[in-house]
Antibody, heavy 124, light 110 residues
């Protein structure tokens, strides 16, 4: 069974940093692209970032480019999102998402399985 | 800035058929945008329905189908059931590793 478990969320002040992690199991992690998608409370989904199986392809939404960094450790079956210079508008549930493919032909939004999400609250 | 458009709300009668659409603020949606569709009920993470235009995700009933209709991507639900009442989101690939979600459609079954 595919499992995606996010952690690292919490309350953080504006301008500070936070690192999210996603521990996966139930599939061969380094065969698949991975993504982060967020959802502000009561709002719609927002694609944040994606990374191919070997980290050779990486993409970011304009809203987070230059502030967020996605990475993965295939040896540890883990996905990460380093979030710097956090703003109030970054407050959201952050979902770790498994891709259908490896991302070798582009980080297309073929999402497969979703984690339960971790809540990031940005407030002073 | 490219905006992905969806109907804010839609309603369908039980047993009926409904088609939700996903468009672009400028231009036409094609298979090159790899449209995908997700269902979400309150308090739950999204569930994948369809990816790459019309590939049904594992376990999704064939009441859910998708295609390109005219200049938009479309999700069709046939034989609507009460538990189809959810928010439906589409997402499009804009290239250069970037994707954008639509604002979502709130589907009511009544």
């Amino acid at each position: 069974e595919v499992q995606l478990v996010e952690s690292g969320g919490g309350l953080v002040q504006p301008g500070r940093s936070l690192r999210l992690s996603c521990a996966v199991s139930g599939f061969t992690f380094d065969d698949y692209a991975m993504y982060w998608v967020r959802q502000a409370p009561g709002k719609g989904l927002e694609w944040v970032s994606g990374i191919s199986w070997n980290s050779g392809r990486i993409g970011y939404a304009d809203s987070v480019k230059g502030r967020f960094t996605i990475s993965r450790d295939n040896a540890k079956n883990s996905l990460y999102l380093q979030m710097n210079s956090l703003r109030a508008e970054d407050m959201a549930f952050y979902y770790c998402v498994k891709g259908v493919g490896s991302g070798w032909n582009g980080l297309v939004p073929d999402f497969d399985s979703w984690g339960q999400g971790t809540l990031v609250t940005v407030s002073s | 800035q490219t905006v992905v458009t969806q109907e804010p709300s839609f309603s369908v009668s039980p047993g009926g058929t409904v088609t939700l659409t996903c468009g672009l603020s400028s231009g036409s949606v094609s298979t090159s945008y790899y449209p995908s569709w997700y269902q979400q009920t309150p308090g739950q993470p999204p569930r994948t329905l369809i990816y790459s235009t019309n590939s049904r995700s594992s376990g999704v009933p064939d009441r859910f189908s998708a295609s390109i209709l005219g200049n938009k991507a479309a999700l069709t639900i046939t034989g609507a059931q009460a538990d189809d009442e959810s928010d439906y989101y589409c997402v499009l690939y804009l290239g250069s590793g970037i994707s954008v979600f639509g604002g979502g459609t709130k589907l009511t079954v009544l």
